[in-house]
C-alpha cells in the first residue's frame, strides 16, 4: 500500500475522518499535520459515535499508531478530555498515541484573543471557532510560542508563558479593554497538563523516520478544506494554516518524496461553515433541505453549515494545488431523493466564462455559477456496496463530478457507517 494524504478539497467538513477510518485498515500509521481542536471529525462505528478534534481519527483501529505532528496548535486540556471519552466507551490508546514535543500549545490568551477579536469585528468577523487557533499560529511565527515539550519543565515553560502574559495582557487591555490573565494558575495547570500526557510525549520526527525505513505504512490526515487554506483560499476568510498536502510534509517533519497518493475529499454538493463568498450557496428551500437530509452542523460548533450544489471550480483549485490523485466523494446518498440535481461548471464574471477558481476576493464573490442540470436518480444507495449496483444516474452522475475535476475517483460514501462505502480504482 501506498503512503497517502486525505485532504479536504471543499471548505472543510467533506467527511474526511470516515474516508481516514476506512483507509486505516490497509495503514500502520495516522498523522494529523495541521489545524487544531478547531476541527471536527466524526466516525461512526455500530451504534457508536465518536467525535474527535484533535486525535487522529484512526484511533478506532487497534494496533495503530495515531501521532499529532509538529504542525498541529495543540490544547492539551481538549487531548486530555478526548483520551478520557475514548477510555470510558472501552478504547485503550495508552501505546496508540504520541505527541510531537515541537508541536505548538494553545493558551488561554490564545482562546480569549480569538473571541475579542470575532467580537470587535462584528459584521466582518471571519467566523472563527473560538478555539484559539489563530492566535497561537500567530505566536509560533513571531517566536513567542510555548511547545508541548516545554510542558515537562518549569524552567522551560515558566518564563514562555510569563513573556506571552506580558504582551497578551498588555493587548488585552489597551485594544479590548478586557480583564488580564494572571499567569501563575495557567503554569501550574499547564505543569500538571505535561505530567498527564508526558507518556504520549516523544520526537514523532525520528520515529516517522524509522517507521518508514521499516515500510510502514502511513496516512496524513488533513484537516478542514483547500479553500480554507491560508494561501490558496478565500483569504481572510480562512484558517490559520496550510490545509493543502503539501503541508503534510512541513506538519510531520517527513520529506515529500515519502508520499504517494493524495486523495481529495469531496461532498456530492458543497457545504461552508463561518463567513465569506460561496457561489453556489443555495438560501432556499433547496438548500434547506440538503441541511436537513446532509445533518449539516458543525462538529466542533453545532453551527448550521451553509449548502449548495456542487462546485467544479473549486475542486478543480483542489486538485491544482494538492495534486490530487484520486477523488473520496461523500454523502452521494444526501441526494437520493432530488428529481433534478445541479453542477456548477463553471463560473460568469464580468459577461465571460470563468473554468478556475479566482484568487482575489472581490472576484469571488462577484462569480454568478454556471449550472449543468442532471437528472436524479430518486432511490436508495445506501445498501450499494458496488459500481454496479449503483442506480444508473448516480453512476452518470459521478462520472461527470469525475470529468469536471479531472481526477478519477478512488472511494464513494454512501452512508455515515464505515461498511457503508464503495471502493473504486486506488491503484
Avoid at 350 to 366: D, I, Q
Avoid at 397 to 406: A, D, H
Wanted: glycine content about 10%; charged content about 25%.
Amino acid at each position: 500500500m501506498s503512503n497517502r494524504v486525505v485532504i479536504g478539497s471543499q471548505w472543510g467538513d467533506e467527511g474526511k475522518a470516515k474516508i481516514v477510518d476506512f483507509l486505516t485498515l490497509e495503514a500502520d500509521i495516522i498523522v494529523r499535520f495541521q489545524g487544531g481542536a478547531n476541527a471536527g471529525h466524526t466516525v461512526k462505528v455500530d451504534d457508536k459515535e465518536f467525535i474527535f478534534h484533535l486525535i487522529p481519527s484512526g484511533v478506532m483501529h487497534p494496533n495503530k499508531v495515531c501521532i499529532i505532528g509538529n504542525g498541529v496548535v495543540f490544547d492539551p486540556k481538549q487531548a486530555i478530555t478526548e483520551i478520557e471519552d475514548l477510555g470510558a466507551k472501552g478504547i485503550d490508546v495508552s501505546n496508540c498515541i504520541l505527541i510531537a514535543e515541537n508541536a505548538h500549545v494553545v493558551l488561554p490568551w490564545h482562546i480569549a484573543c480569538d473571541k475579542l477579536k470575532e467580537e470587535r469585528a462584528g459584521k466582518d468577523a471571519i467566523g472563527t471557532t473560538g478555539r484559539g487557533i489563530g492566535p497561537c499560529y500567530s505566536d509560533k511565527v513571531n517566536r513567542h510560542g510555548v511547545r508541548v515539550g516545554d510542558l515537562l519543565d518549569e524552567g522551560e515553560l515558566r518564563p514562555r508563558i510569563e513573556a506571552i502574559a506580558s504582551f497578551r495582557n498588555d493587548e488585552f487591555k489597551k485594544m479590548y479593554g478586557a480583564a488580564a490573565i494572571d499567569p501563575e494558575p495557567v503554569i501550574k495547570e499547564y505543569l500538571e497538563y505535561g505530567k498527564q500526557l508526558k507518556p504520549y510525549i516523544c520526537d514523532t520526527v525520528f520515529f516517522l523516520y524509522e517507521s518508514l525505513k521499516a515500510n510502514k505504512r502511513i496516512i496524513f490526515e488533513g484537516a478542514q478544506g483547500t479553500i480554507l487554506d491560508v494561501d490558496h483560499g478565500t483569504y481572510p476568510f480562512v484558517t490559520s494554516s496550510n490545509t493543502v498536502a503539501g503541508s503534510a510534509s512541513c506538519g510531520s517533519g517527513v520529506g515529500p518524496a515519502a508520499i504517494d497518493q493524495v486523495i481529495g475529499v469531496v461532498k456530492a454538493y458543497t457545504t461552508r461553515v463561518g463567513n465569506g463568498p460561496f457561489p453556489t450557496e443555495l438560501t432556499n428551500e433547496i438548500g434547506d433541505q440538503l441541511r436537513h437530509i446532509g445533518g449539516e452542523y458543525g462538529a466542533t460548533t453545532g453551527r448550521p453549515r451553509r449548502c449548495g450544489w456542487f462546485d467544479a471550480p473549486v475542486a478543480r483549485k483542489a486538485a491544482a494545488v494538492n495534486g490530487l490523485t484520486h477523488l473520496a466523494i461523500t454523502k452521494l446518498d444526501v441526494l437520493d431523493t432530488f428529481k433534478e440535481i445541479k453542477v456548477c461548471t463553471s463560473y460568469k464574471y464580468n459577461g465571460a466564462e470563468m473554468l478556475n477558481f479566482p484568487n482575489r476576493l472581490a472576484v469571488v464573490s462577484a462569480c454568478e455559477p454556471v449550472y449543468e442540470t442532471l437528472p436524479g436518480w430518486e432511490c436508495s444507495t445506501e445498501k450499494c456496496r458496488t459500481w454496479e449496483e449503483l442506480p444508473l444516474n448516480a453512476q452518470k452522475y459521478l462520472t461527470r463530478l469525475s470529468e469536471l475535476v479531472g481526477v478519477k475517483i478512488g472511494m464513494i460514501s454512501v452512508g455515515a457507517k464505515r461498511d457503508e462505502s464503495i471502493m473504486m480504482d486506488m491503484s
